[in-house]
Protein backbone atom coordinates (compact mmCIF):
# COMPACT_ATOMS: atom_id res chain seq x y z
CA UNK A 1 0.00 0.00 0.00
CA UNK A 2 1.02 3.42 -0.97
CA UNK A 3 2.07 5.17 2.72
CA UNK A 4 0.15 8.30 3.09
CA UNK A 5 2.22 11.74 1.87
CA UNK A 6 1.82 14.10 4.79
CA UNK A 7 2.51 17.70 4.85
CA UNK A 8 3.00 20.12 8.07
CA UNK A 9 -0.66 21.01 7.92
CA UNK A 10 -2.10 17.94 7.30
CA UNK A 11 0.78 15.79 9.59
CA UNK A 12 -1.61 16.28 12.73
CA UNK A 13 -4.11 14.27 11.33
CA UNK A 14 -1.83 11.37 10.87
CA UNK A 15 -0.58 11.39 13.55
CA UNK A 16 -4.14 10.90 15.34
CA UNK A 17 -5.20 8.34 13.04
CA UNK A 18 -1.97 6.24 13.99
CA UNK A 19 -3.57 6.53 18.21
CA UNK A 20 -7.44 5.24 16.72
CA UNK A 21 -8.94 8.78 16.67
CA UNK A 22 -10.53 10.09 13.55
CA UNK A 23 -9.56 14.31 14.19
CA UNK A 24 -10.91 17.20 11.62
CA UNK A 25 -9.00 20.40 11.54
CA UNK A 26 -11.28 23.29 13.40
CA UNK A 27 -10.67 26.93 12.90
CA UNK A 28 -10.25 28.55 15.98
CA UNK A 29 -11.78 31.56 15.40
CA UNK A 30 -14.78 30.73 13.72
CA UNK A 31 -15.10 26.84 14.42
CA UNK A 32 -15.76 25.48 11.06
CA UNK A 33 -13.76 22.29 10.55
CA UNK A 34 -12.22 21.68 7.20
CA UNK A 35 -10.88 18.60 5.54
CA UNK A 36 -8.63 18.32 3.61
CA UNK A 37 -5.98 20.41 6.28
CA UNK A 38 -4.73 23.76 5.27
CA UNK A 39 -3.26 26.51 6.35
CA UNK A 40 -5.98 28.90 6.44
CA UNK A 41 -10.01 28.67 7.13
CA UNK A 42 -11.61 29.33 3.87
CA UNK A 43 -14.81 30.98 5.77
CA UNK A 44 -12.94 33.78 8.30
CA UNK A 45 -9.38 33.52 6.51
CA UNK A 46 -7.80 32.76 10.41
CA UNK A 47 -4.55 31.07 10.29
CA UNK A 48 -5.05 29.85 13.82
CA UNK A 49 -6.41 25.98 14.18
CA UNK A 50 -6.98 22.87 16.28
CA UNK A 51 -8.21 19.47 15.98
CA UNK A 52 -11.82 18.45 16.80
CA UNK A 53 -12.12 14.51 17.74
CA UNK A 54 -15.08 13.14 15.59
CA UNK A 55 -17.49 10.71 16.78
CA UNK A 56 -16.36 8.28 13.56
CA UNK A 57 -19.81 8.05 12.49
CA UNK A 58 -21.01 8.56 9.23
CA UNK A 59 -22.55 7.48 5.83
CA UNK A 60 -21.76 6.68 2.51
CA UNK A 61 -21.87 9.59 0.42
CA UNK A 62 -20.53 8.18 -2.97
CA UNK A 63 -18.24 4.89 -4.11
CA UNK A 64 -16.28 3.73 -6.79
CA UNK A 65 -14.60 -0.16 -7.27
CA UNK A 66 -11.43 -0.05 -8.70
CA UNK A 67 -10.47 -2.49 -11.06
CA UNK A 68 -7.40 -3.49 -13.04
CA UNK A 69 -5.25 -1.82 -14.67
CA UNK A 70 -4.30 -0.05 -11.72
CA UNK A 71 -0.87 0.78 -10.27
CA UNK A 72 0.72 -2.96 -10.15
CA UNK A 73 0.64 -3.06 -6.08
CA UNK A 74 -2.55 -2.66 -6.63
CA UNK A 75 -3.62 -4.44 -9.13
CA UNK A 76 -3.88 -7.99 -7.59
CA UNK A 77 -6.30 -6.23 -4.96
CA UNK A 78 -8.49 -5.19 -7.40
CA UNK A 79 -11.79 -5.04 -7.35
CA UNK A 80 -11.85 -3.30 -4.05
CA UNK A 81 -14.36 -0.48 -2.67
CA UNK A 82 -13.67 3.08 -2.10
CA UNK A 83 -16.30 5.08 -0.27
CA UNK A 84 -16.56 8.68 0.10
CA UNK A 85 -17.97 9.18 3.84
CA UNK A 86 -20.09 12.19 4.96
CA UNK A 87 -19.47 12.66 8.92
CA UNK A 88 -22.32 12.42 10.88
CA UNK A 89 -21.11 14.98 13.26
CA UNK A 90 -19.60 17.15 10.60
CA UNK A 91 -22.00 16.98 7.40
CA UNK A 92 -19.86 19.44 5.13
CA UNK A 93 -16.79 16.98 5.93
CA UNK A 94 -16.08 14.09 3.23
CA UNK A 95 -13.31 11.39 3.81
CA UNK A 96 -12.28 8.68 1.29
CA UNK A 97 -11.61 5.36 2.66
CA UNK A 98 -11.74 1.55 2.10
CA UNK A 99 -14.68 0.17 3.13
CA UNK A 100 -14.22 -3.46 4.70
CA UNK A 101 -16.29 -6.12 6.28
CA UNK A 102 -14.29 -5.90 9.74
CA UNK A 103 -11.63 -3.88 11.59
CA UNK A 104 -8.67 -5.50 10.01
CA UNK A 105 -10.44 -6.58 7.16
CA UNK A 106 -8.80 -7.05 3.42
CA UNK A 107 -9.69 -4.79 0.45
CA UNK A 108 -12.75 -6.49 -1.51
CA UNK A 109 -14.38 -8.18 1.49
CA UNK A 110 -17.10 -6.16 1.25
CA UNK A 111 -18.78 -7.26 -2.47
CA UNK A 112 -19.35 -4.15 -4.54
CA UNK A 113 -23.40 -5.40 -4.77
CA UNK A 114 -23.57 -4.77 -0.72
CA UNK A 115 -22.61 -1.12 -1.15
CA UNK A 116 -25.24 1.49 -1.02
CA UNK A 117 -25.12 5.24 -1.01
CA UNK A 118 -26.66 6.25 2.35
CA UNK A 119 -25.39 3.39 4.09
CA UNK A 120 -24.18 4.12 8.07
CA UNK A 121 -20.68 3.16 8.47
CA UNK A 122 -17.78 3.63 11.49
CA UNK A 123 -14.35 4.68 11.16
CA UNK A 124 -12.03 1.51 11.95
CA UNK A 125 -8.38 1.42 11.92
CA UNK A 126 -5.60 -0.62 10.22
CA UNK A 127 -2.27 -1.54 11.84
CA UNK A 128 -0.48 1.45 10.03
CA UNK A 129 -2.81 4.06 11.24
CA UNK A 130 -5.20 4.10 7.78
CA UNK A 131 -8.57 5.28 8.38
CA UNK A 132 -11.22 2.47 6.69
CA UNK A 133 -15.19 1.91 6.94
CA UNK A 134 -17.34 -0.93 7.93
CA UNK A 135 -20.97 -0.73 8.12
CA UNK A 136 -22.81 0.46 11.33
Request: proline fraction near 12%; glycine fraction near 10%.
Amino acid sequence: MLSPVTDPDGAPFWRYAARGELRVQECADCGELRFPPRPCCPHCQSFTSGWRLMSGQGRIWSYVVPHPPLLPAYAALAPYTVILVELADAPRVRIVGNLVDAPGGALGSVPADRVRIGARVRVVFDGAGLPQWVTA
